[in-house]
Nanobody, 113 residues
């Protein structure tokens, strides 16, 4: 069955960096777009970044220039490199497969001021 397992969250100070990883299994990973969403406390979930099967990327305006999404099709992994983190980046981050709407369990990112 389809599984998406995130890792790499944690507590970091303002200006710091984290790299989130998502291990995908149960489907032909290389053929599908993958994405990262986040949900801050008390707010709705929003798309942060996505990457297509051909490597085309999308970023929400608030993370452009700071976050980088990438994928390794040989390892069935998708990554989110987050630099220059801000307190407003604090959220639970979710790996997402748009096709058939699969979600990981989420990983907490907390940025202290």
């Amino acid at each position: 069955q389809v599984q998406l397992v995130e890792s790499g969250g944690g507590l970091v100070q303002t200006g710091g960096s984290l790299r989130l990883s998502c291990a995908a299994s149960g489907f032909t990973f290389r053929r599908l777009t993958m994405g990262w969403y986040r949900q801050p406390p008390g707010e709705t979930r929003e798309l942060v970044a996505s990457i297509s099967s051909t490597g085309t990327t999308y970023y929400v305006e608030s993370v452009k220039g700071r976050f980088t999404i990438s994928r390794d099709n040989a390892k069935n992994m998708v990554y989110l490199q987050m630099n220059l983190l801000k307190p407003e980046d604090t959220a639970v981050y979710y790996c997402h497969r748009p096709t058939a709407d699969y979600w990981g369990q989420g990983t907490q990112v907390t940025v202290s001021s």
